[in-house]
């Protein structure tokens, strides 16, 4: 398997529930994304891990946790969303975190808050 | 605050036409300059990256320019096919680690 995958591909949870999306990258980066794409919005960036140490936390709320075991692998934890929340969650990865080589994306986790 | 902006939000060509997707940005101290294709309920494709010291790059039917100075990038397709349709975003590189900042895109029709 190559690339950029992603874990669930939808995913339906009401506002107290806990889960957890998953990410894993088969590409040797060394950097690893979690980005938000809302409709009729660019998208955000939300974390930066660069060789397992989180770099960029752009004011994201607390019920939004990222989790970067080794290089290979970025998991987004979900807790008591709010139905705003609801949107297409991407995370991609790239050889350096320093923005100079090209990003390469997963197709997503398509998350409804309810 | 870098800003992004792509013009224009939607576009409708006939199959072979050539094509021209423009991008500008308010802020001209970038690393580079991205542009990727989006398929709908797809992830983004990486389609041409343009250091700050390059003015174009070329993949196939596309080809990608910049004009940092201006803060201008275009996105040019030739001989449109079906096959190119899907959202085109651009994203440039600046400032802190790994902020690639993004347009809204430009959602790309090409008509049989």
């Known amino acids: 398997e190559t690339g950029v995958t992603q874990t669930p591909r939808h995913l339906v949870m009401g506002m107290t529930n806990k889960k957890s999306l998953k990410c894993e990258q088969h590409?040797?980066?060394?950097?690893m994304y979690w980005y938000k794409q809302s409709a009729k919005k660019p998208l955000e960036l939300m974390f930066v891990y660069s060789l397992e140490e989180r770099v960029e936390n752009n004011s994201v709320p607390s019920r939004f946790s990222p989790e970067c075991p080794n290089s290979s692998h970025l998991f987004l934890h979900l807790h008591t969303l709010q139905p705003e929340d609801s949107a297409l969650y991407l995370c991609a990865s790239s050889q350096d975190p320093a923005g100079e080589s090209p990003l390469h994306f997963g197709n997503g986790t398509r998350l409804t808050v309810t | 605050k870098q800003e992004v902006t792509q013009i224009p939000a939607a576009l409708s060509v006939p199959e072979g036409e050539n094509l021209v997707l423009n991008c500008s940005f308010t802020d001209s101290a970038i690393y580079n300059l991205q542009w990727f294709r989006q398929d709908p309920g797809k992830g983004l494709t990486s389609l041409l990256l343009?250091?700050?010291?390059?003015r174009e790059q070329t993949s196939g039917r596309l080809n990608a320019s910049l004009d940092k100075s201006s803060g201008r990038s275009t996105l040019y397709i030739a001989a449109s096919q079906p096959g190119d349709s899907a959202t085109y975003l651009c994203a440039v590189a600046g400032g802190s680690q790994g902020n690639l900042i993004f347009g809204k895109g430009t959602k790309l029709s090409v008509k049989p």
């Open positions: 343009i250091q700050s010291s390059q």
């Open positions: 590409l040797g980066h060394n950097a």
